[in-house]
């Protein structure tokens, strides 16, 4: 517990070399806080409520919580630069500006509300010196050392720590002398009779809340992280040797109660331990003193709590707090509120009841404290190094279940209550979509839970019902891009991924530098959506072979890019590149030829204005129809369509000629059960294939899906004639070449095609020709 090498310097750190060691800034709030109230007033009363056996019990379990709690404190703050915040900062930079910010609050009013608390068993034990004392005594005398206590806290942590040397002296001095009597009156049969469940005693629920405030006191000194010298070595170093010395504290006073004073009294006198102690008023005198110090300790913490919860901008409410005095930047602000909160519950004055309520606000940090440490172990960053190596992740998830089990014994609908406020504020805080300031897990946690899930769809065989949208977006005009953009998130259905490229032509440092200009542009254009797309920009000498490369390379293991998507291209420029129709076509045709799906989307300016302010029940969207993979795959997209905000009303209608010798109710029929076996809601319409038909039927339409064929430079529609005559008749026009199966009956034990497309000519061109 020496605090030699504490102040060893750290670079970032402008307190370093300056503030607490070990044993004054961690261990010695940390043990005053546990060896506090518990142990002085209720210990006894637990014993003689519950039994030694049960008591032990619930003194194990209650410690369990402090050791696992102290196992993931020590990985987590020896793995970051910890600064001012405790709990609340070691959860921030972990779980993320949400759970971060509701567990800071939650953890400022549990220590705020345990100043009260502690302030009350001082007055208790103060009154009953005094003859004839009434209950307001004990507030007024309560009120008093919330006062008093305030006064240290405003003057800062250097007063505080004076104050708290004196506190231990006279603690120890109460434990020797308590153990020195307890030996002295042992009775064994005193003990077997104090071991079984007494009638009409405590219900396990009931005892453990009164009990479990005197374990909570091991994160004082994790709370006084911003006052700490060398913060990720005191706070492992403090928290266990504090937990360590209180275990034996708790399991020794235990055993030497039920060995001394019978049940009843220990049920009845909360001072039992006056009787039993060589000196009795010692024992009064280190009461007043553990209270006292418990108090301060939290006087002390949760300041610095909202505090750092201001400086980081949580909620606009607690920014006045930010401010802070000198140049330890003392939280004055914040003590005169945490002084006003301990105010009011001493004037509440039960002190059973806010031990309950202390419990349950202090196990819901420890859980989130240990469910962090498990998050950030699990997310297997390389980041993730810390210098405490007796941790496993598992340690950390043990911790949070044992937490919520505590909650549920002692009070489910109370456990249940305080989850739901906490997941509220978190709600709150994550909708207000406040900018990070700092980095934290949720990155790497999601990263290593996409290597696992694409490591585990690798091993499974692919199935055409698997197909999901993972587009290919190739933009090159910044004014069209955004109706693209648009169209992507449309068809990706929430399901698939969007990659937006941009392709420039050239190589060495300006290529580079143009580069690094235009995926910022594009990164912008995705922002000012917002839309959910992932910006690539690629360089190189050759336009063609950079675009081939990027259609067959883009993606990773079974998420590949499977569906190429362009603006419809005038002839003379294009947005797979500027260099015409022919090159256009051209690279369609590769894409196609790779195993890529081809989506071209024609839509000017003034169609899309008259799309966005159109009622959305209005909407309506066709499918030209064969039966074929593009008929299948337009069909899938327009279902995906629907999924969308604006087109959940929006009605589908199919559109198809009858085959040859089918009558139009042989196809309505058909097609009917065809959509009914895919679970697709859609109108069908039986019409022929002409031009006349397509602006007749499908002019007024909102969005368009036409099968098309590429010969040469050429692009042929469902008519068979070229697309450039149809598509000024039409509104919003989409184009569709599938390549790939989609599975729309998603049946699990149909049978893939083996066959593959060869890229040739023939292929590119089937599905648009006439029958």
Same mark, same amino acid.
Not at 139 to 160: C, S
Not at 611 to 626: N, Q
């Given at each position: ?30 043990? &005053? !806080? ?24 619930? /003194? ?14 020590? %990985? ?18 972990? &779980? ?13 009013? #549990? ?40 006064? =240290? %806290? ?18 120890? #001095?109460? =434990? ?11 009775? !064994?049969? *005193? ?65 030497? =109660? ?17 009787? /039993? ?61 945490? $002084? ?31 469910? %962090? !440490? ?54 709150? +805080? ?29 091993? $499974? ?28 998130s449309w068809i990706e259905g929430r399901s698939g991924l969007t990659t937006v490229v941009r392709v420039l032509e050239g190589e060495g440092i300006e290529a580079r530098?143009?580069?690094? !200009? ?69 690279? =369609? ?85 065809? *959509? ?14 002409? #031009? ?13 899906? +036409? ?22 008749? &039409? ?41």
């Amino acid at each position: 517990m020496s605090t030699n090498g504490d102040a060893a310097s750290t670079a970032d750190d402008p307190k370093t070399g300056q503030g607490l060691g070990t044993f004054a800034g961690v261990f010695t709030p940390s043990i &005053l !806080t546990i060896l506090g109230i518990v142990l002085f007033l209720r210990l006894g009363y637990v014993i003689g409520g519950s039994g030694l056996e049960r008591a032990l019990i619930i /003194i194990a379990i209650a410690n369990a919580i402090s050791i696992l709690t102290s196992f993931s404190v020590a %990985a987590i703050s020896t793995n970051l630069r910890v600064k001012a915040g405790g709990d609340y900062y070691l959860i921030s930079r972990t &779980l993320g500006l949400g759970f971060g910010g509701a567990i800071g609050l939650v953890l400022f009013l #549990a220590q705020a509300i345990s100043v009260g608390f502690y302030c009350i068993g001082f007055a208790e034990v103060t009154a009953g010196l005094i003859p004839g004392s009434d209950p307001m005594l004990v507030r007024m005398l309560a009120g008093t050392a919330v006062l008093g206590l305030g006064i =240290l %806290a405003w003057l800062g942590a250097d007063w505080a720590t004076r104050f708290q040397y004196a506190v231990m002296a006279t603690i120890i #001095a109460a =434990l020797v002398l308590f153990t020195v009597g307890g030996l002295g009156a042992w009775n !064994t049969d *005193l003990l077997v009779s104090n071991w079984s469940y007494p009638v009409d005693g405590l219900s396990f629920g009931v005892a453990f809340a009164i009990f479990f405030p005197a374990v909570t006191g091991f994160t004082q000194g994790v709370s006084m992280s911003g006052d700490l010298a060398n913060p990720s070595r005191s706070i492992p170093t403090g928290v266990f040797s504090a937990v360590a010395l209180s275990i034996a504290v708790y399991f020794g006073c235990a055993f030497l =109660l039920a060995g001394t004073v019978p049940g009843s009294i220990l049920q009845t006198d909360y001072l039992a331990m006056k009787r /039993i102690a060589v000196f009795g008023p010692i024992i009064d005198a280190g009461v007043i003193a553990a209270t006292l110090s418990s108090a301060l300790a939290s006087f002390m913490g949760a300041p610095r709590i909202l505090q750092s919860l201001a400086k980081d901008g949580v909620l606009p409410i607690v920014k006045p707090f930010a401010h802070g005095s000198g140049p330890s930047d003392n939280p004055r602000r914040a003590v005169l509120l945490t $002084a006003a909160i301990a105010t009011g519950v001493v004037l509440l004055g039960d002190l059973n009841l806010i031990a309950s309520v202390v419990s349950m606000f202090f196990l819901i940090s420890y859980g989130l404290l240990n469910y %962090a !440490t498990y998050y950030e172990a699990r997310a297997q960053s390389p980041y993730f190094r810390p210098t405490f190596r007796l941790y496993h992740p598992f340690v950390g998830l043990a911790g949070a279940v044992v937490c919520l089990g505590a909650m549920l014994a002692i009070d489910i609908a109370a456990g249940v209550a305080a989850a739901a406020i906490l997941f509220g504020i978190y709600q709150y +805080l994550e909708l207000r979509a406040a900018p990070a300031r700092w980095a934290d897990s949720r990155r790497s946690h999601h990263l290593q839970e996409a290597r696992r899930h694409l490591l585990a769809a690798a091993a $499974a065989e692919e199935h055409p019902r698997d197909w999901r949208p993972q587009l290919l977006v190739f933009s090159d005009s910044s004014q069209r891009r955004h109706r693209l953009l648009q169209f992507s998130s449309w068809i990706e259905g929430r399901s698939g991924l969007t990659t937006v490229v941009r392709v420039l032509e050239g190589e060495g440092i300006e290529a580079r530098k143009h580069r690094a !200009t235009a995926l910022e542009d594009l990164t912008a254009d995705i922002k000012e959506g917002p839309f959910t797309a992932f910006p690539l920009v690629v360089a190189g000498g050759d336009v063609d072979q950079t675009i081939s490369a990027v259609v067959q390379s883009a993606g990773i293991g079974p998420v590949r890019a499977n569906t190429v998507i362009a603006n419809w291209s005038t002839g003379t420029s294009s947005l797979m590149t500027p260099l015409g129709a022919e090159r256009f076509s051209r690279n =369609l045709r590769t894409a196609f030829g790779i195993g890529c799906n081809l989506i071209i989307l024609d839509a000017d300016a003034n169609e899309w204005q008259t799309l966005d302010t159109a009622d959305a029940k209005d909407r309506t969207i066709d499918v030209w129809w064969r039966p074929s993979k593009t008929g299948e795959l337009m069909l899938l997209l327009a279902h995906l369509v629907t999924r969308s905000e604006g087109w959940k009303d929006a009605r589908i209608r199919v559109l198809a000629r009858p085959a040859h010798e089918e009558d139009d109710e042989d196809l309505t029929e058909r097609l009917t059960a065809t *959509l009914e076996d895919y679970r697709i809601d859609a109108e069908v319409i039986v019409s022929d294939v002409t #031009a006349d038909d397509i602006t007749r039927h499908s002019g007024d339409s909102s969005l368009v899906f +036409l099968p098309f064929a590429i010969r040469g430079p050429r692009f042929y529609g469902p008519t068979g004639e070229e697309v450039t005559d149809l598509l000024p008749s &039409l509104p919003i026009a989409v184009l569709v070449m599938a390549a790939q199966d989609v599975d729309l009956g998603a049946d699990p034990d149909k049978e893939q095609d083996e066959a593959e497309d060869d890229g040739s000519d023939d292929a590119v061109e089937s599905d648009a020709k006439p029958e």
